[in-house]
């Protein structure tokens, strides 16, 4: 069996069917869709900033009620957290910082993907972080929820 860099089963929590559709396509393709030779083939929106050791783009497939939803995928596919060198940890909190400061984000959640995706809920391997600021003034709003595991 080929190595799969994604995993279909952390779809599951997607209510509208259309990101699961997108992963189990990549899934066919068997390729890392975070590479960035495979990017652009699945990913349609802009980079905001391709930095040394991360591209930082907003999410195609945002969590309902976000209002920013920003991606931050370290540029060489890696997956375990300890092949994140110490310069990659020191670009990846200035480009939030600065992303942060950009978009005057008030408030959210910082977190990054790592690992068997057996114990992260996400749905590529390759090593990724999340920025999501929820949108407060929504009318319909309700809490944003992300899997762990
Ligand atoms: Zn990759």
């Known amino acids: 069996m080929n190595k799969s860099f994604v995993n279909l089963e952390n779809t599951a929590n997607r209510p509208d ?8 396509r990549i899934k066919d393709d068997g390729v890392c869709p975070f590479c960035p ?13 391709d930095g040394r050791y991360w591209i930082l783009t907003d ?7 976000a209002k920013h ?3 931050l995928i370290h540029k ?12 990659a940890w020191s670009e990846l909190l200035e480009l939030v910082r600065v992303e942060a ?20 809920g996400a749905s590529v391997t390759h090593l ?10 929504s009318k319909d709003r309700e809490p944003i929820l992300t899997r762990v595991g």
């Open 128 to 137: 990724h972080a999340n920025l999501i600021s929820p949108d407060i003034d």
């Open 76 to 87: 060489r596919h890696i997956e375990a957290i300890v092949d994140v060198l110490p310069e």
């Open 37 to 49: 030779e495979h990017l652009g083939r699945y990913h349609k929106k802009p980079i905001v900033t």
């Open 69 to 71: 939803h920003i991606l």
């Open 101 to 120: 400061k950009k978009r005057s984000i008030a408030g959210g959640t910082f977190y990054l993907r790592f690992g068997d995706t057996s114990y992260t």
């Open 17 to 24: 069917g259309v990101y699961k559709q997108v992963i189990d």
């Open 59 to 65: 999410n195609m497939y945002p969590y309902k009620g």
